[in-house]
T-cell receptor, first 115, second 115 residues
């Protein structure tokens, strides 16, 4: 059973460009979470999605950031007009159900560098 | 609001000695507690969780953690450390009474095991 897949693993963007990060959850998992990790810091929750629904986006910056999890295909985290402060590792996690006692399984992350 | 504190940025221990990585939490409802480990340039790997039941929880790679409700703590332990245990360890909590599923992470503790 393949784990959570994220691509690209590394992404370099110039200031003002757009960044698109992709996440394919584990097979059978329909709940996806995105987290951001700044260097030497813990993970900060950004958004929680089910297929075609955003359940909780309380951790998302109000501007430039958006996320989707379409009926078909991976979940996408999109950052428009990137700035240097967006440089971080972005992790996706998935779980089989949203409630209950399940742990979240994490992907390897996408390391975004804004130059 | 829920929070996690990992009071030590780094823990140093000699190989073969017992190790403890500390974690305290704050949550309004029932705490669901998790430990994850992160190796360099990798995603988080699940180690163990406490949901209910015995206060001593056993997990992967010989790790265990003790839930202490009165002290709101969930310290990670291992009887005999290995050099390969050197990594970044994260404690996380979520409110079991909350319909959402947001995990809140501590800032992480770097474990260094010296030969």
């Amino acid at each position: 059973n393949a784990g959570v897949m994220q691509n690209p693993r590394h992404l370099v963007r110039r200031r003002g460009q757009e960044a698109r990060l992709r996440c394919s959850p584990m097979k059978g998992h329909s709940h996806v979470y995105w987290y951001r990790q700044l260097p030497e810091e813990g993970l900060k929750f950004m958004v929680y999605l089910q297929k075609e629904n955003i359940i909780d986006e309380s951790g998302m910056p109000k501007e430039r950031f958006s996320a989707e999890f379409p009926k078909e295909g991976p979940s996408i985290l999109r950052i428009q007009q990137v700035v240097r402060g967006d440089s971080a590792a972005y992790f996706c996690a998935s779980s089989p159900v949203g409630q209950g006692t399940y742990e979240q399984y994490f992907g390897p992350g996408t390391r975004l560098t804004v130059t | 609001a829920q929070s996690v504190a990992q009071p030590e940025d780094q823990v140093n221990v000699a190989e073969g000695n017992p190790l403890t990585v500390k974690c305290t939490y704050s949550v309004s409802g029932n705490p669901y507690l998790f430990w994850y480990v992160q190796y360099p340039n990798r995603g988080l790997q699940f180690l163990l969780k406490y949901i209910t039941g015995d206060n001593l929880v056993k997990g992967s790679y010989g790790f265990e953690a003790e839930f202490n409700k009165s002290q709101t703590s969930f310290h990670l332990k291992k009887p005999s450390a290995l050099v390969s245990d050197s990594a970044l360890y994260f404690c996380a909590v979520r409110d079991g009474n909350n319909a959402g599923n947001m995990l809140t992470f501590g800032g992480g503790t770097r474990l260094m095991v010296k030969p």
